[in-house]
T-cell receptor
């Protein structure tokens, strides 16, 4: 079952922050986050495992609330290079039932 | 590290012909490879999952006789679109997964650059 992402699209000015949410009605084993630029392949950002992890690197971080089965991706002080479509992907068990969300289109303007 | 290549990047073929797309993990062994299809401005739809040396597992609604997947080694998987029709035109993307315990990554997928198939 495909996870739900919100918002569908967001427009920011450079330096602003954004939060993208991903939620599932099923108990998740892990949540993956990827970014895809137009015409390119998705690139891996990070994985969060059940247990309520929080991970991050540079100005992009994410959390996973196991009770709510929701993950949030935080982009702080956004840069132009952050523009793209962000997909979350969810697993119900290790290596099983992986499915991408519909994506959130992020546009960072100068 | 963790580079995946796909070949060809673009292919145009006539209706009724077959097209083979190769997916290679260049610097890691992919215990599992995935094949996705993506329509413009849409999410990636998983078509099938393949493990080296075993038959691919197809998602519901994907015709396994039409989309033949072979995972011959830990670094190579191929997708053959047989008897292609215009509705098969799409962006096909593969990914390789290293699997738990590799000592380097956990379960993330590394994507190839994709193959744009146009069937005339």
């Amino acid at each position: 079952q495909q996870p739900v992402q919100s918002p569908q699209a967001v427009i920011l000015r450079e330096g602003e922050d954004a939060v993208i949410n991903c939620s599932s009605s099923k108990a998740l084993y892990s949540v993956h986050w990827y970014r895809q630029k137009h015409g390119e392949a998705p690139i891996f950002l990070m994985i969060l495992l059940k247990g309520g992890e929080q991970k991050g690197h540079d100005k992009i971080s994410a959390s996973f609330n196991e009770k709510k089965q929701q993950s949030s991706l935080y982009l702080t002080a956004s840069q132009l290079s952050y523009s793209g479509t962000y997909f979350c992907g969810t697993e119900l068990n290790y290596g099983q039932n992986f499915v991408f969300g519909p994506g959130t289109r992020l546009s960072v303007l100068p | 590290g963790a580079v995946v290549s796909q070949h060809p990047s673009r292919v145009i073929c006539k209706s009724g012909t077959s097209v083979k797309i190769e997916c290679r993990s260049l610097d890691f062994q992919a215990t599992t490879m995935f094949w996705y299809r993506q329509f413009p401005k849409k999410s990636l739809m998983l078509m099938a999952t393949s493990n080296e040396g075993s038959k691919a597992t197809y998602e519901q609604g994907v015709e396994k006789d039409k989309f033949l997947i072979n995972h011959a080694s830990l670094t190579l998987s191929t997708l053959t679109v047989t008897s292609a029709h215009p509705e098969d035109s799409s962006f096909y993307i593969c990914s390789g997964q290293t699997g738990f315990g590799s000592g380097r990554y956990y379960n993330e997928q590394f994507f190839g650059p994709g193959t744009r198939l146009t069937v005339l």
